[in-house]
């Protein structure tokens, strides 16, 4: 029923807001030039590798050792505005159509964290990552990693179709409201370094 709920459910979503895709797609270009979209390697269900895309909201800016400078430094105005509303994350639905993301379950992090996390953590994989979930209407990125792993983990041990439409609509909530977008003091959050033993 999840997946049945997924498909169609973005789909619609992809025709609703086609137009305002391409849109945004065109400016990206003009403002940041190409490619359009980030694309990068996350782990899935069970730690399975799937390709995350995105639209871009930094440039690609590098030192004079062509490496590419800090977030903070890359991320423009306009890709502020593009995370503010989550519009970035747009491009994802194509992800849920390919079942490679639901839209709502723990968010797919890097693949580096993968050895980071405890036993516990790990649970977060157990299911299907989402565009949304549980832990992104308990706070985002103004909460610590720690807590985020406690939600994300939570919610693995009581999904429910209704808990995943109340997480859709208090996720439109917070969009409009661009809560809880980066951590204090980071363009979006400082990564995850581990919390102890695995």
Do not use: C
Not at 25 to 54: C, H, N, V, W
Not at 72 to 80: I, S
């Amino acid at each position: 029923m999840k997946r049945l709920f997924d498909l169609i459910t973005a789909l619609f979503l992809i025709f609703i807001f086609s137009i305002p895709m391409i849109v945004l797609a065109m400016l990206i270009k003009t403002k940041l030039g190409s490619p359009i979209l980030f694309k990068q390697i996350r782990p899935g269900r069970d730690e399975k590798p799937f390709l995350l895309m995105k639209f871009r909201s930094m440039t690609d800016e590098t030192n004079k050792n062509g490496f590419l400078l800090s977030d903070e430094q890359r991320l423009t105005a306009f890709g502020k505005i593009l995370r503010k509303f989550s519009l970035d994350e747009l491009p994802q639905l194509f992800n849920v159509v390919k079942g490679e993301l639901s839209l709502v379950g723990p968010r797919p992090l890097l693949m580096e964290y993968l050895p980071l996390y405890t036993k516990e953590q790990a649970k977060r994989h157990k299911v299907k990552p989402g565009i949304t979930g549980w832990a992104q209407i308990n706070g985002r990125n103004a909460i610590t990693w720690e807590e985020k792993f406690k939600l994300d983990v939570w919610y693995v041990e009581n999904q429910s179709f209704l808990l995943d439409l109340k997480i859709l609509f208090l996720t439109g909530i917070k969009a409009i409201k661009s809560e809880g977008v980066q951590q204090a003091g980071f363009a979006t959050v400082e990564k995850f370094k581990g919390t102890g033993m695995n």
